[in-house]
């Protein structure tokens, strides 16, 4: 079966509809009182003119559009600001964390030449010229390039945390049972 959006266009509506964009009322006015989408209204106009119907409102280029809204965003009335007394304090900022290590180049190479226990970190160079720290490691990248490539682990969630996951979860469980009822 199909939706109310999926009817098609009758000569009347369309007839009604090419009345009321000359007319100057906007796409998504005109989707309202045909029980159409804004976007259903602005294709079938869009398609109507590709096929050469006499529209007399004239299709608005995009530079013109943009000129508008740019003329609106001009004369807008600037928001008034608080004042730095009434606002809160704000938070002192958070120290920038501590450059990484600098890391011994002596034993890069291309990473082609890369063996396994070596550092698989890019020093530089793009594509096959990349050349890559190869420091002797156990893992993946060596100790200060490791710091570099993996994050840091979360902090463990606290009993008050998780008291309140399961409380949360519990009241979702109930609104789902009271609808199912």
Request: aromatic letters at 6%.
């Amino acid at each position: 079966m199909r939706s109310v959006l999926d009817k098609e266009w009758t000569d009347e509506e369309f007839a009604a509809v090419a009345k009321l964009w000359d007319d100057g009322v906007s796409g998504a006015e005109i989707g309202r009182r045909f029980h159409r989408t804004r976007s259903g209204v602005i294709a079938k106009i869009t398609r109507m003119r590709a096929r050469g119907y006499p529209f007399k409102r004239a299709a608005v280029p995009m530079a013109a559009r943009s000129e508008k809204a740019k003329s609106q965003r001009d004369n807008r009335q600037p928001q008034r600001r608080m004042s730095t007394a009434l606002r809160r304090p704000s938070s002192p900022p958070k120290p920038l964390p501590e450059p990484p290590a600098i890391v011994d180049a002596t034993h890069a190479k291309p990473w082609g030449e890369r063996k396994a226990g070596e550092c698989a970190f890019p020093i530089s160079g793009d594509g096959e010229a990349t050349l890559s720290c190869c420091t002797p490691t156990t893992a993946r990248y060596c100790k200060a390039h490791a710091e570099i490539m993996y994050a840091p682990p979360k902090a463990p969630r606290t009993e008050a945390q998780a008291a309140g996951d399961v409380r949360r979860q519990l009241k979702a469980i109930q609104r789902f049972a009271a609808r199912a009822a």
